[in-house]
């Protein structure tokens, strides 16, 4: 009976709903196509995946501060446009580029984050700012089209992987790189650095009245997100080459990959495995649209209206006083 | 604790909301027309405009092949001779929808140099421009402004959408000023000149007819589109579903993808996953290198294919040697206004719908039009027809 009660308990907490949602999601694509998971096809769609979810383990670190990060997309978008004008096809500059894409990643982040704490701006209002500085001047840069086209080597990340292994086919650079990347994650949130930032976004002021350095961290938060956006966007650019459209919305999808992982707005709930959940069902939820062959402009609608049911069960979860509170504790994973 | 919380889950489920509703659609439409309205459907098919603009695909325009931009199909001449000034100072003004993606920008570029030619000749002197940066309501009042300015001797619109700016449009002509519509049209008439090629179902019809003509009966054809609801992108699909329909083509999806190349490869992948793919007609070439790649990477042969005359599918285009169609949607019709306002200020006589040849590229004529561009950047337009302008190529390749 108490294991029972216990396995109930650990289905309706916030964070679980994301991986039964997963599974769920999963089974209809399965249903749908049993050959979706077969080696290859899983493949593609992991690699196609990688960006998101590694935007949504960024996202999670400003979103657990008690802050949003508005400005993720444009800065995807920005940074494969920087990235094509420099290179402009010659394989020699790659590796400077990368470097140029990292620094400004940094930058982005950086300055995002020391608005928001040294200057007290919402962060709502300095990444929106942040989207619309960096859309302006990307068009003012470019005079509205994007110039200039990738190197070889610059898209392996995105396009291709480790060849012919059995069962899988391609082990793409992608999935490799989400992986480690999201094994990081989830061991920065076991640092100190970790507690820190969830302790800022849960209370503020018993955090820094404690000796946390609450400002810092979350600098840090931002920090990480722009690095994030600068890995997706390498990957996206990989993935599909220059578009006046790359990264258009990307912030919105995020946001709503990590709330239904179970985060928190406002932060100080939530852990960052399932944010990443959260985008792969994101992810999954597209690739079931189309396997059900939906109409496109019905989609929306759909996908709205699962991510809002699936956000107030898991919300009702934690508004029911639960016999054992460990449930409802956020533990960072 | 319990009224907080509830709180914030409704503040998430409010950013869920905001969220899914910004996601799709933001409009980065490829260019052309925008009427943005919600009809669906039949909505969008004219029985008499598809026969008009199908049959006008074979009449011989008027004019000179080597100027297409200046060039008319079946003009009814109207006479200007109210609107002639002496002197070749004339203040010409131009309202732009927006500059907001290559195509708009591509054309922006040449119309600019056009206007540097001619008043260089000294047939117009002040060229005044303003930007709505898609924004009807802008619009309106750059129009209106122009108009109380009272300085504008020719006033040239490129309106953001058909029905919001046909009062506006109604009133600059009603100011004595000569009006010249451009690109999408408004609900009336009374401009001196209304300026566009053969159209949107002119467009899809050639992309559709194309791959009934290559591919055989039964083959699988995917249809990918930029977003719902814009009239001339509706156009193009709703004339290619008239042409599917009379062939054996089995059409296994329409998709949406916002342009965006991800998405593109996202979709062909996944249809590729599911099955043979023969043919890919899109209604603009935004991402279509993507699509390509999407099938080097399955492994899978070269579909037959429709783009568009955008430079990075040309090339990829001659690079891989598949089987593919440029359908145009002429860029080089930017140039036309500024040209037809010398000629009402000069009182010559101008076509009143003054429709323009729109020939798709071939692959007869593709590795000519990509030597002539070879040094411009990929999202240029191979029919942007200012070869022959004194800024060439340079005022095209520095944007």
Same mark, same amino acid.
């Given at each position: ?5 216990? $396995? ?34 899983l493949m593609a769609f992991l690699k196609q995946a990688a960006p998101l979810v590694i935007l949504a383990a960024g996202q999670y670190f400003v979103i657990v501060s008690g802050n949003f990060d508005l400005s993720v997309g444009a800065l995807v978008g920005a940074q494969v446009v920087i990235a094509a004008r420099l290179i402009d096809g010659e394989e020699s500059r790659t590796f400077p580029v990368l470097v140029v894409m990292a620094l400004f990643g940094i930058a982005v982040g950086l300055v995002n984050g020391l608005i928001t704490t040294a200057l007290k701006v919402q962060s709502f209002i300095t990444t929106l700012g942040m989207l619309l500085v960096l859309y302006g001047a990307i068009r003012l840069w470019t005079g509205g089209a994007p110039t200039g086209s990738l190197s070889e080597s610059f898209r392996v990340f995105g396009r291709m992987g480790i060849e012919d292994v059995p ?19 989830? $061991? ?20 820094? $009245? ?9 600098? $840090? *938060? ?6 994030? !956006?600068?890995? !997706? ?40 495995? !399932? ?36 956000? *107030? ?21 | ?8 889950? +409704? ?5 869920? %909301? ?10 980065? =439409?490829?260019?052309?027309? @925008? ?12 029985? +008499?405009?598809?026969? #008009? ?13 080597? @100027? ?10 109207? =006479? ?51 930007? +709505?940066?898609?924004? /009807?309501?802008?619009?309106?009042? /750059? ?21 919001? %700016? ?42 559709? #007819? ?5 591919? #055989? ?5 995917? @249809? ?6 814009? /009239? ?6 709703? &004339? ?22 991800? #998405? ?7 249809? %590729? ?9 899109? /209604? ?67 076509? @009143? ?10 692959? &007869?004529?593709?590795?000519?039009? %990509? ?29």
């Open positions: 009976m108490t294991r029972a009660r216990e $396995l109930l308990a650990r289905a309706t907490n916030p964070t679980a709903t994301v991986f039964i949602l997963l599974v769920l999601v999963f089974a209809a694509v399965f249903a749908m196509n049993p050959g979706f998971f077969a080696g290859p096809s069962v899988l086919g391609q082990i793409p650079w992608a999935l490799v790189i989400m992986i480690a990347l999201g094994a990081g994650a989830v $061991l920065l949130m076991r640092t100190r650095f970790g507690r820190v930032l969830m302790a800022a976004g849960d209370n503020e002021r018993a955090a820094a $009245l404690s000796g946390a350095r609450v400002d810092t961290v979350r600098t $840090l *938060a931002f920090v990480l997100s722009g690095l994030s !956006a600068t890995v !997706a966007g390498v990957l996206i650019g990989g993935f599909a080459g220059v578009s006046a459209q790359v990264g258009d919305g990307l912030e919105f999808t995020v946001i709503t990959a990590v709330v239904l992982g179970g985060v928190v707005l406002g932060g100080g709930r939530g852990s960052v495995l !399932a944010a990443m959940a959260g985008a792969l069902v994101i992810e999954g939820l597209f690739t079931l649209f189309n396997q059900m062959a939906l109409p496109a402009t019905l989609r929306p609608a759909v996908q709205g209206a699962i991510i809002i049911a699936a956000v *107030a069960y898991a919300a009702r979860a934690r508004a029911r006083p639960v016999p054992t509170a460990t449930t409802a504790s956020p533990t960072p994973s | 604790m319990r009224t907080t919380r509830i709180a914030a889950a +409704a503040a998430a489920s409010l950013g869920i %909301l905001l969220a899914t509703a910004c996601t799709t659609d933001t409009p980065t =439409d490829e260019a052309d027309d @925008a009427t943005t309205e919600t009809e669906s459907g039949d909505e969008w098919f004219v029985q +008499a405009d598809y026969d #008009e603009q199908l049959a006008q695909r074979d009449i011989e325009p008027e004019g000179d092949p080597a @100027a297409p931009w200046l060039q008319a199909i079946e003009p009814e001449w109207v =006479d200007t001779a109210a609107f002639a000034q002496e002197g070749g100072d004339a203040t010409v003004c131009f309202s732009n929808a927006s500059v907001s993606n290559p195509w708009r920008v591509t054309g922006w570029i040449t119309m600019q140099q056009q206007v540097e030619v001619l008043q260089a000749e000294g047939k117009i002197g002040e060229f005044r421009h303003s930007d +709505a940066g898609d924004d /009807d309501d802008q619009q309106i009042s /750059d129009i209106q402004a122009f108009v109380d300015s009272g300085d504008c001797d020719a006033l040239i619109i490129s309106p953001s959408t058909t029905a919001t %700016l046909t009062p506006a449009v109604e009133t600059a002509c009603e100011s004595g000023v000569p009006v010249i519509v451009f690109d999408r049209g408004v609900n009336t008439d009374c401009a001196v000149t209304f300026i566009h090629p053969i159209g949107g179902y002119a467009f899809g019809a050639d992309a559709a #007819e194309f791959l009934v003509d290559n591919l #055989e009966p039964g083959d699988k054809v995917l @249809a990918l589109r930029i977003l719902p609801g814009v /009239d001339v992108l509706e156009n193009r699909w709703a &004339a290619a579903t008239e042409v599917f329909a009379g062939s054996e083509l089995e059409i296994l999806g329409d998709e949406f993808t916002g342009g965006d190349a991800a #998405e593109i490869k996202n979709i062909v992948t996944q249809y %590729l996953q599911r099955g043979d793919v023969d043919g890919i007609w899109m /209604d603009a070439g935004d991402g279509a290198v993507a699509a390509i790649e999407a099938f080097e990477d399955a492994g899978k042969p070269y579909p037959v294919m429709t783009g568009e005359d955008e430079l990075s599918f040309m090339r990829k285009w001659q690079e891989t040697g598949m089987t593919a169609l440029a359908p145009v949607y002429s860029n080089f019709q930017w140039r036309t206004p500024v040209i037809a306002a010398t000629m009402i200020l000069a009182g010559e006589q101008v076509p @009143a719908e003054w429709v323009l040849p729109q020939e798709p590229i071939t692959e &007869a004529d593709r590795d000519q039009y %990509l030597e002539v561009n070879a040094d411009m950047p990929s999202l240029h337009y191979a029919k942007f027809g200012g070869e022959d302008l004194p800024g060439f190529p340079d005022a095209w390749q520095d944007r």
